[in-house]
């Protein structure tokens, strides 16, 4: 049972475009969501987080928007630069105490020079 | 400062060997997670360690077990291999426990049953 799902595998977009990145997931008890990015033989880099009491957050070119209604998350990258390729993940723990991270699938960003 | 390492980098063994990982956290942290990766998913839960006690065990056979030392350092262990074992295994490590602590991941150990 797929708790967290990137429903897109892959996505390429130019260069200084944006890029947006979808996550949906199915736990009401999820209470903190994070993206983290991935380079081929190399572990995930945690990217940005945001709790379920907020909406957004920001850093830098990363936005992470929240929706609980419709249990959604979008990661927007701005501009988007080709060193942003990799394989991005989305993932989700809940309150009950452990911090165990449940993942997507991934979504593979390319950006064109 | 190191990040989280783990040895060794790749490993390859045969099927019903038995295999052990370690991994070794970010200086000051003392929270110790488990994760499988198979090809074209996403990194699996598998423990969950924090001040040497196991906090939480994912949905894996007793094949698999774990433990983390006084210095926070820590071992998966896997017995009797299988072909489906072959996975990257990443290690992460947090400051404590608790749903909004970032975790922080290691390069991982590639594992192949052969």
């Known amino acids: 049972d797929q708790q967290v799902k990137q429903n897109s595998p892959s996505l390429s977009v130019q260069e200084g475009r944006i890029s947006i990145l979808n996550c949906d997931y199915t736990n009401s008890m999820f209470d903190y969501f994070l993206w983290y990015k991935k380079y081929p033989a190399e572990g995930p880099t945690f990217l940005i987080s945001?709790?379920?009491?907020?909406d957004k957050n920001e850093d830098g070119r990363f936005t992470v928007f929240l929706n609980k209604s419709a249990k959604h998350l979008s990661l927007h990258i701005v501009p988007s630069q080709p060193g942003d390729s990799a394989v991005y993940f989305c993932?989700?723990?809940?309150?009950?105490?452990?911090?165990?991270?449940?993942f997507g699938t991934g979504t593979r960003l390319t950006v064109i020079p | 400062d190191a990040g989280v390492t783990q040895s060794p980098t790749h490993l390859i063994k045969t099927r019903g060997q038995h295999v052990t990982l370690r991994c070794s956290p970010i200086s000051g942290h003392k929270s110790v997670s488990w994760y499988q990766q198979v090809l074209g998913q996403g990194p699996q839960f598998i423990f969950q360690?924090?001040?040497?006690?196991?906090?939480g065990r994912g949905n894996f056979p007793d094949r698999f077990s774990a433990r983390q030392f006084p210095n926070y350092s820590s071992e998966l262990n896997v017995n009797a291999l299988l072909l489906g074992d072959s996975a990257l295994y990443l290690c992460?490590?947090?400051?404590?426990?608790?749903?909004?602590?970032?975790?922080?991941f290691g390069p991982g150990t590639r594992l192949t049953v052969t």
């Open positions: 360690y924090y001040e040497k006690e196991e906090r």
């Open positions: 945001i709790s379920s009491i907020k």
């Open positions: 992460a490590s947090s400051t404590a426990w608790g749903s909004s602590y970032e975790q922080y």
């Open positions: 993932a989700a723990s809940a309150r009950t105490g452990a911090n165990n991270l449940f």
